[in-house]
């Protein structure tokens, strides 16, 4: 599958996929606002742009209040990355996820804070998100298994809408990468909550008595994380 990313004036970010066995062209939005246009293999990416185009004000009505933080130079994503912005001689917004940055690029007449540089800036920062997740939480998962006997079969990073993680009958653990904005007190928590479940599924008196055993202050613990949803959030 060959795919194009471009950037379109009060649009924003949009995500062009050619797919077999698309005989038409379509659009998904995702709750960021960006676009995904999947089309068939043999249409030009042209006629995906000229769709997305024609579906302007349709696409503008629905993004309205998709992107409510307006992230801002130096402002930290997750736990290791800060966003700088590069003002240079171009016409698109790019970014580029570094080991302890997100670079944004974008033209003279641009401000950070236009609606199409931060729809690029919330992508990057969900890419952000994503590595630094993939490489903290699997080994935090794996010493907290260790440190008190549980055992597990896989482990996957996901960008989950609702949950902040899940445990299958088989074993295999998913971890929101959103998690990585959380307080590590609480990724513990929701760590050692799935481990939980690889021995008891339900969430009935007999799991949350057994979650108490291995989670200290386990109410304020329940009561903290019903304060953070699963999308992106401001961090000094």
């Known amino acids: 599958m060959s795919q194009k990313q471009i950037v379109l004036p009060e ?4 995500r062009l996929h050619k797919r077999k066995g698309i005989r038409s062209v ?5 709750h960021d606002g960006t676009l995904r246009v999947s089309m068939p293999v043999w249409s030009p990416y042209k006629v995906g742009e000229a769709f997305v185009l024609s579906k302007r004000d349709w696409i503008l009505k629905h993004q309205t209040g998709k992107s409510k933080h307006v992230f801002l130079p ?3 994503i997750g736990k290791g990355h800060r966003l700088r912005f590069i003002h240079e001689n171009r016409a698109n917004t790019t970014s580029r996820v570094t080991k302890n940055e997100l670079i944004v690029r974008l033209s003279l007449e641009n401000e950070t804070t236009d609606d199409n540089v931060q729809i690029v800036v919330n992508a990057g920062a969900i890419r952000a998100l994503k590595q630094e997740a993939k490489i903290l939480l ?3 998962l794996q010493t907290l298994a260790d440190s008190h ?3 597990y079969r896989s482990v996957s ?3 989950l809408k609702s949950r902040w993680g899940s ?3 088989q074993q295999d653990i998913a971890l929101n990468c959103f998690l990585m904005q959380l307080p590590w007190d609480l990724i513990d928590y929701v760590l050692l909550h799935e481990l939980l479940h690889t021995r008891v599924m339900a969430h009935g008196k007999k799991f949350w008595s057994e979650l108490a055993n291995y989670v200290s202050d386990l109410p304020s613990k329940r009561r903290a994380i019903k304060t953070y949803q699963p999308t992106l959030v401001a961090q000094d």
Do not use: D, H, Y
């Not at 379509?26 to 995702?30: E, G, L, V």
């Open 11 to 14: 649009i924003g970010l949009v």
């Open 26 to 30: 379509r659009i998904t939005m995702a």
């Open 74 to 76: 130096n402002e930290r």
């Open 138 to 140: 699997p080994q935090r």
């Open 149 to 151: 006997g549980f055992s």
């Open 157 to 159: 990073i996901k960008r």
């Open 167 to 169: 445990c299958s009958t």
